[in-house]
């Protein structure tokens, strides 16, 4: 089976340096984008991601249009939502437009490597 490949699109360097170095050790090719904006270029470049980490609370455009701009361009690929705001209401929307899972900041690196697993293993 060919490497999986992650895109995070985060604007926080830290969690990214940590959530990529995480996920590398778990044997994925990682990709990052500090914007919304450089993750959907990333996107249009790369066309073999086989899943999306997606940070709300970013500048110039948000998670959520982000993620409404994948669904649109490419329905079926999964997508972590990430936020740091723990609004019910945040969350219920990013499953609506299309999203498969939601993880609430501050997140325990190994649970997210569990659920990062499980999405790509379809369990």
Known sequence: ??????????DEP?????????LREEGYDVLKAASGFAGL???????????????????GMDGLEVLDK???QWPGLPVLFM?????????????KI????????PFHLADLKETVRGILQGT
Do not use: F, N, R
Not at 99 to 105: I, P, S
């Open 41 to 59: 270029e990333l996107l249009s470049a790369q066309k073999d991601v086989s899943l999306v980490l997606l940070d709300y609370k970013m500048p």
């Open 1 to 10: 089976m060919a490497e999986q490949k992650v895109l995070i699109i985060d």
């Open 98 to 105: 299309g999203a498969v899972a939601y993880v609430t900041k």
């Open 83 to 95: 936020t740091g705001h723990s609004a019910i209401s945040t969350a219920a929307a990013a499953i």
């Open 14 to 22: 830290g969690l990214c340096w940590a959530l990529e170095k995480s």
């Open 70 to 72: 994948i669904m649109a």
